[in-house]
Each structure stands twice: as structure tokens, then as C-alpha cells.
């Protein structure tokens, strides 16, 4: 089996926290290739529902790959029952798909959270399949040591809303001053029962003033 070990914390900064009424995810927007960065508006944050969001690190065309295998699994599901799938449910699909390609690994670790009829939730997936549900923070990529130390310090239960997106925020900007392959701007990603919102602000020197994605 091969050694993905350091693979999987390659190159990325990924944050997700619960707050009162919802979920966010952040991610910066560099991509690196070794010591080169090749993209500095790679996306790493992509809607798998209407109410579920899927956060990427690790290889990006595995993770494309994943994410659109996610989406319509998704579509069908919603299609053949009338109903749009949980959160938990879609991180098992997830799981079992990778734990099935575990030979033949995709380089991945992702984070999948959203909103359901059970409220707010977040879990984390590993390479190999391996899914945890994660009740208030989690971190993701080469500077997640660094994003946690921020959301560790900070995080409270039952946060609201923007005091949540700007704990996210200062935690990937934690991340950025000290990791070389985590930069430019930063997404961010919103999920209540009542939408799915997604900005990005400026990153380390830039105006912090939220613009719509593209």
C-alpha cells in the first residue's frame, strides 16, 4: 500500500467550526507544486448540496474527482427519494468510496459540513476512508498546527454567527504568517438552514472587506 502519510498534509489550510445556528468553512487559495506556487486562486471549498460543502486538501485532481463523484451521488439520491441527503449520510458515502480505492488511494483529506434536519454538523475524511464527526472545530492541511492554535485558545460553544466566520478568518491568517504553502486570499464559506453563502476576503495585507465569490 503506498505511504500517504505526508501526502495528505500537503500545501493547504482548511478550517471548519459549528456555531449556534450553522457551520463555516475557510480555506486560503494557494496552490504549490514543490517550491512553486502555481495558482493563487485555486478553490478548495465546492458545494456538494444546497446545504453541504466539501473543503479539499491534498492532490487537486483527486480531489476534483471526488467532488464530482459527491455531487452526482447527490443529484441521484435527491432525484430517486424526493429529499436532498444528510450531511452524515453523504460523509459515509464518501467514506465508503474511498475506503473501497484504499489500494489505490486518492491523496486527499477533506472536511464535509453542513445543515440537516438533525442541525448543524461537520466531519472529517481521511485518505483511506476513515470518518469523524467533529462537534466544535477542525483543521485540515500543512497549517493546520498552526490554525488550531488559534481555534483552541478561541472557540466557543454557541458562537454566532459573524463572531464564528471571523474566528475562522484569524485562523487561517494564523496559518499564513507561518506556513510557506498556505497564501493569498482566503474563502469562506457560510451554511445555515437558510442558505449557503460564500465570500472571499483579502488575504494577509489586503482590505478585509468581503467581495462574492467568482
Do not use: W
Amino acid at each position: 500500500m503506498p505511504d500517504i502519510s505526508h501526502e495528505i498534509m500537503k500545501g493547504t489550510t482548511t478550517v471548519g467550526l459549528i456555531f449556534d445556528r450553522g457551520v463555516v468553512l475557510a480555506t486560503e487559495m494557494r496552490a504549490t507544486m514543490g517550491n512553486m506556487i502555481a495558482s493563487k486562486r485555486a478553490k478548495k471549498i465546492y458545494q456538494i448540496t444546497p446545504r453541504i460543502g466539501l473543503t479539499t486538501a491534498g492532490g487537486v485532481g483527486d480531489a476534483q474527482q471526488l467532488v464530482r463523484i459527491m455531487q452526482v451521488e447527490c443529484n441521484l439520491f435527491e432525484m430517486r427519494r424526493g429529499k436532498t441527503m444528510s450531511v452524515g449520510a453523504a460523509s459515509t458515502l464518501l467514506s465508503n468510496y474511498l475506503n473501497q480505492n484504499r489500494y489505490y488511494p486518492y491523496y486527499v483529506q477533506l472536511l464535509m459540513g453542513g445543515f440537516d434536519d438533525e442541525g448543524p454538523s461537520i466531519y472529517s475524511v481521511d485518505a483511506l476512508g476513515g470518518a469523524t464527526r467533529e462537534d466544535e472545530i477542525v483543521a485540515t492541511g500543512s497549517g493546520s498546527p498552526f490554525a488550531y492554535g488559534v481555534l483552541e485558545d478561541q472557540y466557543r460553544p454557541e458562537m454566532k454567527e459573524d463572531a464564528a466566520k471571523d474566528l475562522a478568518v484569524r485562523a487561517v491568517r494564523s496559518a499564513m504568517r507561518r506556513d510557506s504553502a498556505s497564501g493569498e486570499d482566503i474563502m469562506v464559506v457560510v451554511i445555515t438552514k437558510d442558505k449557503y453563502e460564500e465570500r472571499i476576503l483579502g488575504g494577509l495585507y489586503e482590505p478585509s472587506e468581503a467581495r462574492p465569490a467568482a
